[in-house]
């Protein structure tokens, strides 16, 4: 006879172990930290990548104004102000960062501890069933 009970969790199990939980069991494997600044070293490259484009994408569309008064800007208060934009930027994007991936590990550690769970109970039917064999 099939249970109902066994295959619903094998089922879960299965799903699970599927590619679309990769994520999770990546994460797991990590402490909340560590998981943590690992994802803002990546977005201490990607966002300066951003802003490196953002800054050529702001030249690009002001060439005829700054052509037009290359003589009169100071380039000693323009990288000071970028400087300082930059900054800003990156603490912004770092911030909003480490809020995502912590709520993400939280969630994710949620997962793990819930599949944990479904894999003692698979255990103890898998038991069960082979103590009533006996």
């Known amino acids: 006879m099939i249970n109902e009970d066994k295959v619903k969790e094998l089922f879960y199990v299965a799903r699970y172990d599927s590619e679309e939980d990769r994520f999770q069991k990546q994460m797991s494997?990590?402490?909340?930290?560590?998981?943590?600044w690992k994802e803002v070293l990546k977005s201490?490259?990607?966002?300066?990548?951003?802003?490196?484009g953002l800054t050529v994408l702001a030249v690009f569309t002001n060439a005829k104004q700054l052509l037009a008064d290359i003589n009169k800007i100071d380039f000693q208060?323009?990288?000071?102000?970028?400087?300082?934009?930059?900054?800003?930027?990156?603490l912004a994007?770092?911030?909003?960062t480490i809020i995502v991936y912590a709520v993400r590990y939280k969630t994710g550690r949620k997962k793990a501890r819930q599949y944990m769970e479904h894999l003692k109970r698979v255990g103890k039917m898998y038991e069960r069933e082979e103590k009533l064999k006996r």
């Open 29 to 36: 494997s990590y402490y909340g930290w560590d998981f943590i």
């Open 44 to 52: 201490f490259f990607t966002g300066t990548l951003a802003f490196t």
């Open 77 to 90: 208060s323009t990288g000071v102000m970028l400087g300082l934009i930059y900054i800003a930027f990156m």
């Open 93 to 96: 994007y770092i911030m909003i």
